[in-house]
């Protein structure tokens, strides 16, 4: 037995030392993987760049720039406005007319007929007043809205086109009528922020009341 016991210590100083380089190994092996994630990584950053510089042009989605724009936030935020207001106005006016309308029938028994008819008149005259105050203010309200998409497209096209010189690209295409576009040439986002740099809000100024519609 005690000739064996230098091949136990020889055995048992093998399996410590094959435990030790285990565990130098695991320790080692994140450190590779993030290595090797950076390496690809920095392979796809200089591959997308390769496409987006060799490729030539570039595709903007103008529904994601409409959103990201704090102009037409704002804008559609003033409309929202201008319109709740002018709801509250309007019922008022329809209770005044429901209530005149309730008497007018309530003297249709005891008035000659053509002065009924007078009366009845007068208030389709009011009716359609109203109603016209109605279309009137949802033909603004709508060209309101469309104005400030304009501008907002106005800007737009002068940052593509600042883009696309520094760039060098030769053609910008509408995401809406492309079917198929990598992100890498995707610049919504690089023009949204620059639009909402230049054109940060839009105000609505409304038209004043004509005389008489009040």
């Known amino acids: 037995m005690t000739k064996l016991k230098p091949l136990v210590l020889m055995l048992a100083h093998f399996f410590k030392l094959k435990i030790f380089l285990s565990a130098i190994l ?36 103008m529904q994601k720039v ?3 724009s704090t102009a037409w936030l704002s804008l559609q935020k003033q409309v929202k406005e201008i319109e709740e ?20 029938r309530a003297q249709k028994s005891v008035l000659a007929e053509d002065q ?8 389709k005259a009011k009716v359609n007043k109203t109603q016209s105050k109605v279309q009137n203010a949802r033909r603004e309200l709508e060209s309101t809205m469309a104005k400030g998409m304009q501008l907002i497209q106005t800007e737009a096209v002068k940052h593509l086109k600042q883009i696309a010189a520094k760039e060098g690209y030769y ?20 023009v949204a922020e620059k639009i909402n740099k230049s054109l940060p809000k839009i105000n609505v100024e409304r038209k004043k009341d004509k005389k008489g519609d009040n």
């Open 66 to 68: 409409l959103s990201k």
């Open 26 to 61: 695991i320790n080692l092996f994140p450190i590779n993987a993030n290595i090797l994630m950076a390496q690809e990584n920095e392979k796809k950053t200089k591959k997308q760049s390769v496409v987006k510089n060799d490729f030539g042009a570039a595709v903007i989605d």
């Open 85 to 104: 207001k002018f709801k509250e106005q309007i019922k008022e006016e329809e209770l005044e007319l429901k209530k005149e309308q309730e008497n007018l």
């Open 116 to 123: 009924f008819k007078e009366k009845e008149n007068e208030f």
């Open 171 to 190: 053609a910008v295409f509408d995401a809406s009528t492309t079917i198929i576009a990598a992100d890498v040439i995707n610049i919504s986002d690089i």
